[in-house]
């Protein structure tokens, strides 16, 4: 093994970023679940989750303790292997695609080797997470079929057929950011993305000079939304008619799977619209000496959260909170110093605002959630196939003519 | 034994299983699953040539659009197990050797081959070399291509809606 990683030293560091990264990825999984509760809940004018922990923080800790303790049936009919297959693919592809996203520009060194902030920097990134969430229907399809449940089968049938026909819409909204960027490479479409216009407005290909790709970022989200099914289109799953749809039969950790993978694939969504459409990790802040405070901005952030943090806390109506969010107060208040330092105040910049631009995303996501009501089947194709895909392609002939004529 | 060869074995070992099993197995949805097993690894082996491109094009269009077309159908019609038939005797008597013949054959050629199979890695990836190809010396041929498929499409549809 030593003799392995002495020959191929980037095998051990890709593992440790695989590692830390995965750590980073399940722990944001648990709290999107908590996040988008809270959010919920406010929507409707309630609190949300409150009694597990602080405002409920332990909610995520609890609910994974409860999927690990339940009973794990299998149902009489069905087809074993599949059965147990379906929500391995759907979390395990759903994690996988979030090793192709770049999140910073600069290099850190992780035992004396120099590397990027990406685990893996395809040339042809962009295609190779298409191929992976191309796949996630597998996921879907055969848990509705394998239950040996008609709910279950009719949700699976749906969402091959949903997912089927707008992945179609989801892969030619990008082809906009293609034209102007020249490349598949994820890192290098952020690069393609630097510079102002008229020294204010970031060049981001939301707000391109060439062609501002709005239509396609319309498109690009209507498409992702559609294709991790969720509301308004999550007639894969739609209560009032299939019980749950293609995951009625499972329960306990296979449920909790499932759970996780979707929201695996929301995080992979914004990811990728942050990067092709909101400049990935570029500041909105132009590069120049009157602007060189906006680098203290993340330690800016973090302080501010980590004081209020401290002020909340300390009168906290339980004494485990009392202790623990001033706790958690006093440590964003160190990070902020830690990013402070110069050495690390440069490698923080791109993190910052790319983990800022994923966050607003995931917001909207939520927030679409719980505002519009679910799309009635046959709408639901209508609008894929007669509205997104010609707005697609209308958008791709416009981009391209755009870039002819910027040439 | 260098590590390419090493991955180039397990991926070539994984789509013959694949096959294999794609034949073995009695319900259709097991051997379309095999089937997928065999394009993946068909894509592993591509990217270990450094066609970074066709082995994501190979996932998207034959993994990831065709074979979910195919499972699609078979959840659709709700196919069950197949029967097992016995062997035909055209098959035990003429398509065993034949089979033996066809895999002497490739091996024979195989083994004659003098040109290195593995292709030269291109440095900015062969995306590009592809586009030019397609689009520029092909574009005829190309296009041609997508409309056969488009009349294809249409002529599934006449078919469709025959009976009304």
């Known amino acids: 093994m030593n003799e392995l990683f002495a020959r191929y030293p980037i095998l051990l560091v890709s593992l440790v970023k695989v590692a830390v990264l995965l750590f980073v990825l399940l722990t944001s999984l648990a709290y999107m679940v908590w996040f988008e509760r809270k959010v919920a809940a406010h929507i409707q004018s309630r609190i949300g989750p409150y009694r597990v922990g602080p405002h409920g923080l332990l909610q995520p800790a609890a609910d994974g303790l409860k999927f690990l303790m339940k009973e794990d049936p299998t149902p009489e009919g069905a087809d074993r292997f599949v059965y147990s297959l379906a929500p391995f693919l759907t979390l395990s592809l759903a994690i996988t695609t979030i090793a192709l996203i770049p999140f910073g520009p600069s290099t850190i060194r992780i035992f004396g080797q120099d590397t990027p902030l990406v685990i893996a920097n395809v040339n042809v990134g962009l295609l190779i997470i298409f191929a992976i969430t191309s796949m996630g229907v597998y996921g879907v399809a055969l848990a509705g079929w394998s239950s040996d449940n008609k709910y279950s089968l009719l949700g699976g049938l749906r969402s091959s057929a949903q997912m089927i026909s707008y992945e179609l819409s989801l892969t030619m909204s990008v082809v906009g950011v293609l034209l102007l960027a020249g490349t598949f490479n994820l890192s290098d479409i952020v690069r393609a993305q630097d510079g102002f216009s008229w020294h204010f407005l970031p060049r981001w290909n939301l707000l391109s000079p060439t062609l501002p790709q709005l239509l396609g970022f319309f498109c690009y989200f209507t498409a992702a939304v559609a294709e991790t099914n969720r509301l308004p289109f999550d007639l894969a799953e739609a209560e009032s008619e299939l019980v749950a749809g293609y995951h009625t039969e499972y329960a306990s950790f296979r449920f909790a799977m499932f759970f996780m993978g979707e929201y695996a694939a929301m995080i992979t969504v914004a990811c990728l619209a942050a990067i092709l459409f909101f400049g990935g990790w570029l500041s909105p802040f132009p590069q120049v000496p009157a602007f060189a405070w906006t680098h203290y901005l993340p330690t800016a952030f973090f302080a501010a959260a980590g004081i209020a943090l401290v002020i909340h806390g300390v009168r906290y109506i339980t004494a485990l909170g009392r202790v623990v969010l001033p706790a958690w107060g006093l440590v964003l208040c160190a990070l902020a110093f830690i990013c402070s330092r110069p050495g690390v105040i440069e490698v923080v910049q791109g993190p910052f605002w790319f983990l800022m631009k994923v966050f607003i995303v995931l917001f909207v996501y939520v927030w679409v959630r719980w505002t519009l009501p679910r799309f009635r089947y046959d709408q639901l194709m209508a609008i894929g196939w007669k509205v997104l895909l010609p707005l697609t392609l209308l958008n791709v002939v416009l981009t391209s003519l755009a870039v002819v004529a910027h040439k | ?164």
Do not use: C
């Open chain 2, 1 to 164: 034994m260098t590590a390419q060869m090493a991955i180039f074995l397990v991926l070539a070992a994984v789509a013959i299983a694949g096959a294999i099993n794609l034949i073995l197995q009695r319900h259709p949805i097991h051997s379309a699953l095999s089937l997928v097993v065999v394009m993946a690894a068909l894509a592993g082996l591509y990217l270990l040539l450094d066609a970074e491109f066709v082995a994501a094009i190979q996932i998207i269009v034959y993994a990831g659009a065709i074979m979910v077309l195919f499972i699609f159908v078979i959840m659709l019609l709700n196919a069950g197990v197949e029967e097992r038939t016995n062997m035909s005797h055209i098959a035990s008597y003429a398509g065993i050797p034949l089979a033996a013949l066809l895999l002497l054959e490739l091996a024979y050629r195989v083994a004659r081959a003098s040109a290195p199979l593995v292709a030269q890695p291109t440095p900015e990836g062969a995306t590009r070399q592809l586009s030019l190809l397609l689009f520029r010396n092909f574009a005829f041929p190309f296009e041609l291509t997508s409309i056969l498929i488009l009349i294809g499409m249409v002529g599934a549809l006449v078919l469709a809606k025959r009976d009304e």
